[in-house]
């Protein structure tokens, strides 16, 4: 029984080619793939080569899959190499059956149904009933071999033709119908063709059989192209346009590039980019996904620049993100707005597509520009898109890969926090200001609130930044939520003071952060803060309180002016824990849970005191 393709492929796919290979022969690495001494003859320099999905020796000529080397190296017989292998995968080989034989000589006939379909299509493009689809494909700068090595091909203007051009070969109308190419009447008439005045253009699969069609309108009719429906040959999800020649050209070095279409596609191969394929109709599916990895590790994903283009970007990050490896990524290439690669091309020339290849950026840079895409700077904005940074990184399923993805996006994250104007500075004359050393200007005194209903406010406020200057190695942990904390105005400057030291000083020490802010004019603000007055501060703001002491109150003083806020970080803390259980991951959620529960258990953050409010 000859075994289903599908069954073959799945093999192929579970069968690490270079760890089989490798176990006959020393492989090194050669860029993406890997060589070393054939095997089947004697050679003192490396001519065999290892790629993804099939080995060839460019000495003695042999060549296949994995089948193909287990037959060769070991002697075996097609079914016995195929039982090894399939054994190692964990895959049960289909059993001989008549029902098998029967689906599998249907498969043959069908595949000969559209072979025959194929070259009627290429006859009519180079009659005269052919001229203005040759017109339209030599107006869109496609020469005669690319035309021919694609195999496009013409309808014809009416319906009704094919089946009468096929019946002399056997082909029914039944036939067509199950392949694609012609349609059931739903009003109890015979069946009518699926394309005509249309270009035609053949799907194949990875090993260049025709599986269906494509088919795009000459008139103005909609819609503009057609894709044959799901048959037993043909899954929308699963193929891709142009793969055939990709695959074959990936091994000599194309870079893989997926685009929108098969006008894409075409363009692209005729200007020298022949690792160019497109997905049929839909967006990019995880299967398809799967196909481009068996190609390259790392192939180029190229979106249009408008709203739609940064949505299905979104769409296939989604997707691609559980899957990710160290060894298995993606790069995002960006179009200028209303171009497309064909219309870039004819245009500009092959030089400026590949100056879109080359500012293609991986994913993991990539993810920041499209979640941030048109989101505003406010707290609750910034909040929503750390959310979605984290959980993006999250979805991998490589803790290291996703620890290190999400450590890239909150370095974007942190680096695009919004710059609150800073006081400009100057130098203070000599003898002014006595008794508060050398001043940079004016002090920026804090206004004391009288007692009464926003006392509570005010000295949370001040609680929170004394905890900072007494303990500022908890500033890194605490800067963005400090950075959107909604301040007084008057306490800006100390705030933009602090965290700016934060992020050059060598040394986090509560002495050298009062030190440098007494230089920069404000001194009289530090004094007020860890004044008694009106208030003695509360213990997690002293000296004398343990770090871990000095973090759960921060989070607590900050969960009672942000509820919300806080929950937010707790979840954000619990999910970077998952991903790197360290130490720090460890203290910073042990932090945020304390002040969480002591928010909840109605806690005023002055544990011997009563609340100022």
């Known amino acids: 029984m000859r075994l289903p393709d599908g069954f073959l492929d799945e093999l192929r796919a579970r069968t690490p080619l270079a760890a089989i290979i490798g176990r006959r022969v020393k492989l090194t690495r050669s860029g993406r793939n890997w060589k070393g001494c ?23 000529g042999a060549h296949g899959d994995a089948v193909g080397f287990v037959m060769q190296s070991q002697g075996l017989q097609f079914r016995e190499a195929v039982d090894l292998l399939a054994g190692e995968a964990g895959l049960d080989v289909p059993k001989a059956s008549p029902e098998a034989a029967v689906e599998d000589q249907r498969r043959i006939d069908l595949q000969a149904v559209l072979e025959a379909a194929a070259e ?21 700068g496609l020469s005669r071999d690319t035309i021919a090595r694609f195999g496009l091909g013409w309808s014809g203007e009416g319906r009704g033709q094919l089946a009468t051009a096929l019946q002399s070969q056997g082909i029914t109308p039944d036939l067509l119908v199950e392949v694609g190419l012609m349609r059931e009447s739903e009003d109890g008439r015979p069946p009518y063709d699926l394309f005509f005045n249309r270009v035609m253009f053949p799907i194949r699969d990875r090993r260049g059989s025709i599986v269906s069609f494509g088919g795009r309108i000459l008139a103005d ?34 870079e893989i590039v997926a685009v929108e279409g098969y006008m894409d596609v075409i363009a692209l191969h005729q200007a020298g ?19 481009l990895w068996r190609l390259s590790p790392m192939p180029i994903l190229c979106f249009d620049g408008d709203a739609a283009g940064q949505r299905a970007a979104l769409r296939v990050a989604d997707i691609a993100l559980p899957h990710l490896t160290p060894e298995r990524s993606l790069r995002l290439a960006r179009l200028p707005a209303g171009e497309d690669p064909d219309t870039l091309i004819r245009r500009n020339g092959a030089e400026a597509f590949r100056a879109i290849l080359t500012a293609a950026e991986p994913i993991s840079t990539a993810l920041y520009g499209l979640y941030a895409a048109g989101l505003g700077t406010t ?39 919004p710059q609150t104007p800073r006081p400009s500075y100057r130098p203070a004359e000599r003898g002014r200001g006595a008794g508060r050393g050398p001043s940079l200007g004016p002090a ?42 909604d301040l007084p105005s ?42 008694a007055v009106p208030m003695p501060l509360p ?46 991951a460890q203290r910073r959620l042990i932090a945020l849970r304390t002040a969480s529960e002591a928010l909840r258990g109605g806690r005023t953050g002055w544990d011997d005191q009563p609340d100022p409010a």
């Open 38 to 60: 054939c095997p089947f003859h004697n050679e003192k320099s490396p001519s065999f080569y290892v790629y993804d999905d099939g080995y060839h020796c460019f000495g003695c």
């Open 539 to 584: 213990e997690c703001a002293k000296a004398t309180a343990s770090s871990a002491e000095a973090a759960s109150g921060w989070w607590h003083f900050f969960g009672l002016m942000n509820p919300n806020r806080l929950e937010e970080e707790v979840t954000a803390a619990r999910r970077a824990f998952e991903v790197t259980p360290d130490a720090a």
């Open 379 to 417: 707290p609750e904005q910034r909040a929503g898109l750390r959310t979605r940074l984290e959980a993006a990184a999250a979805k991998v399923a490589d803790k290291a890969l996703a620890s290190e993805i999400r450590r890239a996006l909150l370095d974007q994250f942190f680096a695009a926090r």
């Open 273 to 291: 980019f022949a690792g160019a394929v497109a997905p049929l109709g839909t967006a990019l599916t995880e299967e398809q996904l799967a196909e």
């Open 490 to 531: 008057t306490l800006s400057p100390l705030r933009d003071a602090i965290l700016q030291w934060s992020s050059v000083a060598e040394t986090l020490d509560s002495q050298a952060l009062i030190t440098h802010l007494h230089a920069l004019g404000l001194a009289r603000d530090v004094t007020q803060v860890l004044s």
């Open 120 to 140: 009627l299509y290429q006859r009519r493009l180079t009659s005269a009933d052919g001229a203005r689809a040759r017109a339209y494909l030599e107006g869109r």
């Open 221 to 254: 009719g909609q819609p503009k192209y057609v894709n044959g429906p799901e048959t037993r040959l043909f899954s929308k999800r699963r193929n891709l346009y142009g793969l055939d020649i990709a695959r074959t050209e990936a091994r000599k070095g194309a």
């Open 444 to 485: 920026i005194a804090i206004t004391r609130t009288p007692p009464g209903p926003d006392l509570a406010a005010s000295e949370r406020v001040r609680a929170l930044l004394a905890i900072l200057l007494r303990h500022p190695a908890l500033i890194g942990q605490v800067e963005e939520a400090f950075g959107l904390l």
